[in-house]
Nanobody, 125 residues
Framework: QVQLVESGGGLVQAGGSLRLSCAAS????????MGWFRQAPGKEREFVAA????????DYAVSVKGRFTISRDNAKNTVYLQMNSLKPEDTAVYYC??????????????????WGQGTQVTVSS
């Protein structure tokens, strides 16, 4: 079992920044790849970013590439999502999730096993 807790969401003006954190507890964090997803009201959940077990490989959705950065600290069992140049269309609940094996990056939510409860990000225009 892995428990994930997201934090760092909030209200920010367009052009601003936020850093989301996802703290993991339970089985070995460093054996998992991690992903961030988001879901806006009335829309399907969508992939945002993923990182492999070591942090050496990352993947981003086209809509966030160049603005968001995913990173991880295995010593702290935490994955981060630095979000810059935020836009109103980034407004959503953001979720982190685990994927095994840790060497593989995945974009489909069905390939992820454990999920956090989500943190709300609201970007005002």
């Amino acid at each position: 079992q892995v428990q994930l807790v997201e934090s760092g969401g909030g209200l920010v003006q367009a052009g601003g920044s936020l850093r989301l954190s996802c703290a993991a507890s339970g089985r070995s964090f460093s054996s998992y790849a991690m992903g961030w997803f988001r879901q806006a009201p009335g829309k399907e959940r969508e992939f945002v970013a993923a990182i492999n077990w070591s942090g050496g490989m990352t993947d981003y959705a086209v809509s966030v590439k160049g603005r968001f950065t995913i990173s991880r600290d295995n010593a702290k069992n935490t994955v981060y999502l630095q979000m810059n140049s935020l836009k109103p269309e980034d407004t959503a609940v953001y979720y982190c999730a685990t994927h095994y094996p840790g060497s593989h990056l995945a974009r489909s939510g069905t390939e992820y096993d454990y999920w956090g409860q989500g943190t709300q990000v609201t970007v005002s225009s």
